[in-house]
């Protein structure tokens, strides 16, 4: 499943234009693929509600959408990420449509969902530190799960994070992130940094 779901997350495409203060790195498909299996494997996404916080060209959300969810929201910020999100979906074709919404993905306007799928801001621009704390934070507040990919060596700051608001991280798992030379201030073709994925029950009913 998580190879066959790689190759079709191949036609999603990434973002046209991407600005460094937000961090708009497309998350690489075997990345999608890794967290969305996990995800499925918890039985997290078919019958429920899936969001996708700061979704951007929609590469979790619609990947999400291929594993028979409910209903899947997709929240971002950008509106040129939003129109790339909607062109890549009949490119993938994932069964179950992606609602689109842009607002700020730490603040969504959303109700509860059953479970959120994200890769926030790692926090290495401008010396935010922990930028994905507000992302956690959204997710705490709207989601009974929450998967989400953080720097390696972040497990003690999520588990600390989701401990204080009645949170408890139940899975973590070690995975690469891939990222292709895009801004003027990187000096390499490609990078591989090593990040972590992690499944956040927030003692929420689903």
Request: proline content about 6%; charged content about 25%.
């Amino acid at each position: 499943m998580k190879r066959a779901l790689a190759r079709r997350l191949g036609a999603v495409e990434g973002f046209r234009d991407p600005d460094p203060g937000l961090e708009q790195y497309a998350t690489p498909t075997e990345l999608a693929a890794q967290l969305i299996a996990l995800a499925d494997l918890h039985d997290d996404l078919a019958g429920r509600t899936v969001a996708d916080l700061g979704a951007g060209t929609g590469m979790l959300g619609i990947a999400a959408a291929t594993r028979n969810p409910h209903r899947v929201l997709a929240v971002e910020r950008d509106p040129d990420a939003v129109a790339v999100g909607r062109a890549n979906e009949p490119r993938v074709e994932p069964g179950v449509g992606v609602e689109w919404t842009v607002a700020d993905a730490t603040r969504p306007p959303l109700a509860a969902v059953d479970t959120v799928v994200m890769n926030p801001p790692f926090g290495a621009q401008d010396r935010a530190e922990h930028a994905d704390r507000a992302f956690l934070a959204a997710a705490s507040e709207v989601a009974a799960v929450s998967y989400s990919v953080h720097n390696a060596g972040s497990k003690a700051f999520v588990e600390s994070f989701a401990g204080d608001r009645g949170g408890t991280v139940t899975h973590a798992f070690a995975a690469e992130f891939a990222v292709p030379a895009q801004f003027s201030f990187h000096t390499q073709d490609r990078a591989v940094l090593d990040v972590e994925l992690f499944r956040v029950d927030w003692g929420r009913q689903s």
